[in-house]
């Protein structure tokens, strides 16, 4: 297997996400493709080089211009159509590469993902997933980020995509919740409302409506939203996760004994902020295009790249888009059907 | 002043609510009317009396009725018409209380509130507002849950409602946020965009979006969201924060060193955990109808009911309801010029 690394994206720069690939090859029997700026990208790659065994498996494609963090991803990828995210999915298109990882623009990623490889068939909007960790098995939230006015048959559609991803973690029969302000059925919008009756009609394994604070209960598999909602929750996750250990520590500097106290159970937090840490988990899989993509955060270490490497070896290995593609065909003949 | 307290509804019932208000009278010069069951509220009041200055300006008016938690809020307010939250709604009504606080169904007590007390003059739809933690002042987000479905004048509403609401934490010219997924002009859905030129248009201290991530910052004092938005960031703030504090306990108990840290530092998190509690800082208040209410947490503790009875109080002392006339009044004014 082979997969395409941006190697330019990412507010670490080329040389951490070349550590990344490098950690990815040594722990599996993979090939990667590293696209940026070949003298740049072969410089570090030589620094590296330790002999080791699997480090010729990597190599490197040429690709002139980077996506900035800022631009428009709509201009950049019309403009800069040789830049590392465009190249990395064209040889994902191309049969070159099975998946293609990125941490640059986001909005940019899926752009040239859509441009790359298109759309499935059924599929009327990509979006992106998200992975959140719970008090027991992650819980995969679709959509964060790329569609933020939905229709009903969206978020019947990311359901079932999310669901097919949900076979990363070996889940066989993912319960499915749709986020709402209520249990009860009738509580939400009318977004909500009109998306629970086809859920409830489908043969999808969906339990109902979940609210906010189920998402980290793990008691769903899957949790459904529009893209506005989910892009939201994610970041008010994060920004929760980030503003709660600074109080915790400006609380802890007020006293020497809090400090030891803090010294003594450092482990133990740093177990915790691993468990909740998104570089465990990879990254973002974007999902409903005719191929593998995976957004990784801006700030994601060589450690996060090389488990969003190992994400995509597994959405390839669990073929996770031929169960997107079987699960919308069955519910297109279904609708069929009912007419 | 006289404050109405609904002593029936709450998960910890009349006892710790009669509890709270006692706490409130003691703390300050105030008067309330605990509203329920009369016998069963006398009985508590005599078991807690101490001959302590202020007890006596306790007062209990009878209620027959109670609305339980799972009821429908629509079918509870009419057929239960002498329940303990219509009649303590029902004093604020007749001037014979200045604010109602309830712990009980929050549905219930919306739904109390609007026919009891009627929507304020210019107002479309009253709505509850919720105050989060952050590391700095606390800020005050709107709306979290009375209205899921929404125009941008609603939310257009909610900023100025929220805004007069800042005052009670003595925020003069209170700064407004647009929850939205990016911070740049143009980022969100339909109903952002559109709502973020009326308030760009206003005179209102608005500046621009806010993200998820941003909630916990302090940058602005005011956070305006459509309901059913307002109702998840809500939950999910308390679930994770649930959660949260649930992995660092497991993995706190995972060595003794660790345990024996977290008891040295166990005053911190004490802290920390005053910090977010939403006890510290009263109650969702509800905003745009005539007169003044708060909506309690159902685990309102006795503690939680004191401190919601002093930001009735402050409500009151600090004239929100007033500003909030005047603001719509100033905003219809600026319309009608327009037009």
Redesign the interface.
Known sequence: MRIALDAMGGDYGPEELTRGALLAVKQTGLQITLVGNQPVLQAHLDSMYSGASGESDIQIVHASEVVEMGESPVDAIRKKKDSSVMVAFDLVRQGQADAAVSAGNSGATMAAAVRKLGRMEHVSRPGIASIFP??KKPVVMMDV?AN??CRPQHLFQFAVMASAFSHVFDIERPRIGL???GEEVGK???L?KETYTRLAASSLNFVGNV???????GNVDVIVC????G??????????????M???KD??M??T?????????????R??AR??DYAEYGGAPLLGVNGIGIICHGKSSAEAIKNAILEAVKMVDKKVNQRIVLGLAANALDEETMD
Chains 1, 2 share one sequence.
């Open positions: 719970t008090l980020g933020v006015d986020l709402s302000i939400g919008n009318l909500v609210e906010g604070r189920d998402v980290f209960q529009d893209g506005f909602v892009n939201i929750c994610l970041k008010l996750s994060e920004g929760l996760a980030s503003a709660a600074q109080m915790v609380e802890i007020k006293s004994a809090a400090k030891i106290g803090y010294f003594l159970a450092r482990p133990a937090f177990a915790f468990r909740v």
